[in-house]
């Protein structure tokens, strides 16, 4: 049972990334999806979830316009496409997966945002 995340590195300010987060060993469509980030010295806070089948999805508010959280069931990931980046940015990305049974985290991959 875990979730893998990837696609974190260093950009420069307006910038774009795309987080994964691959699934595996849980029914990955009957799971709401989420991503969290961790800046240095700070509390981890939501940053946007998606709903089991995909019809709902909700951003913390410093990221609507900017950040699209996305699925694909038949692949067991969940996307983060994140646009216009900004330093505040920089923070350790977590995808999570929670439902009425389970609740995994992964590890969380690092996003550097700086000139």
């Known amino acids: 049972v875990q979730v893998v995340e990837s696609g974190g590195g260093s950009v420069q300010p307006g910038g774009s990334l795309r987080l994964s987060c691959a699934a595996s060993?849980?029914?990955?469509?009957?799971?709401?999806m989420s991503w969290y980030r961790q800046a240095p010295g700070k509390e981890r806070e939501l940053v946007a979830v998606?709903?089991?089948?995909?019809?709902?999805?909700n951003y913390a508010d410093s990221m609507k316009g900017r950040f699209t959280i996305s699925r694909d069931n038949a692949k067991n990931t969940v996307y983060l496409q994140m646009n216009s980046l900004k330093p505040e940015d920089t923070a350790v990305y977590y995808c999570?997966?929670?439902?009425?049974?389970?609740?995994?985290w992964g590890q969380g991959t690092l996003v550097t945002v700086s000139s």
């Open positions: 999570n997966a929670r439902s009425r049974w389970i609740e995994v």
């Open positions: 060993g849980f029914t990955f469509s009957s799971c709401d």
């Open positions: 998606i709903t089991s089948a995909g019809g709902s999805r």
